[in-house]
């Protein structure tokens, strides 16, 4: 398999964006979120892709941000795609974080949650903090029995990941449960809650995103991009857009809090302390 973090392929009218870390549980640096950023303009651009899929290679979709792998990036200067925040690698403390997470995080997630073409998730195995957030920009969620759902980031003392959906992705009760204990949300539990579409056995997996992508495919271009505005508009008027303004405020309050009265912005919290937590 190529070493490229993100791999892109078109089958007819699917394009599919591949998250390809898998040694690392598809942690996702900064060279993987802008290679995801360029592959979405890519299938965007292309008139022949009409639905998109994200999945995430070997055993897990994604174990969300990267935190301590080898490939770490979140020190270097990328090319500034998603706002007009300034270089964050420039800068210091609270400065350079929410300068980065504004541009890595709540501003790439919004873009493409705004795609105008369908965008279905296959997920496998473990779909945890920012891994979320890259499952909920998706319009529809593709799950198999073994995956499993967590934001276990109140350990770190913040509340829940930049892309704040929560409360809208799952009824307000169960969205407090779900991040006050971190623990894993079996699929099952999650398709019973409406946050996945189609649950199936692994090896139904892809072929069952194939099915439902190729089904979508069939709908006029331009309805099915109004339909999917329609919809987010929706959300929004509900207070999606300004409720995730107000969360990453107390996101980054809490790494700020963290860096003042802990060993660092994580609350002391490190790879595998975070994998214990999830249970």
Avoid at 6 to 34: C, D, F, H, I, K
Avoid at 179 to 201: C, I, K, S
Avoid at 231 to 236: F, L
Wanted: hydrophobic share 40%.
């Amino acid at each position: 398999m190529s070493d490229d973090p993100v791999l892109y392929e078109r089958r007819g009218p699917v394009a599919y964006v591949t998250m390809n870390r898998p040694r690392y549980r598809n942690a996702q640096n900064s060279g993987m979120t802008y290679a995801l950023d360029a592959a979405f303009y890519r299938a965007a651009e292309d008139p022949e892709v009409r639905v998109v899929v994200l999945a995430g290679a070997g055993e897990h979709f994604s174990a969300g941000h990267d935190i301590g792998t080898p490939e770490r990036d979140a020190h270097l200067p990328f090319e500034r795609r998603a706002g007009l925040w300034w270089d964050h690698s420039e800068r210091r403390g609270a400065e350079s974080r929410f300068a980065r997470e504004s541009e890595v995080y709540l501003g790439m997630c919004r873009r493409w949650r705004e795609l105008p073409k369908p965008v279905l998730a296959s997920v496998q195995g473990a779909c945890v903090a920012g891994g979320l957030m890259l499952a909920w920009v998706c319009d529809l969620i593709v799950a198999s029995e073994d995956a499993f759902f967590a934001d276990p980031v109140v350990r770190m003392g913040i509340p829940g990941v930049e892309y704040f959906a929560h409360p809208w992705v799952l009824p307000p009760r169960i969205a407090k449960e779900f991040l006050y204990t971190g623990d894993r949300m079996p699929a099952a539990r999650a398709y019973e809650l409406g946050m996945v579409n189609r649950l199936v056995p692994r090896h139904e997996l892809a072929r069952e995103t194939d099915r439902l992508a190729l089904r979508i495919a069939e709908m006029p271009q331009f309805g099915l991009a109004l339909t999917k505005r329609a919809v987010n508009q929706a959300e929004d008027l509900q207070g999606l857009h300004s409720g995730l303004d107000s969360v990453f405020g107390l996101h980054h309050l809490a790494h700020a809090h963290n860096a003042e009265t802990a060993a660092d912005p994580l609350g002391g919290m490190d790879v595998t302390s975070m994998k214990e937590a999830v249970r």
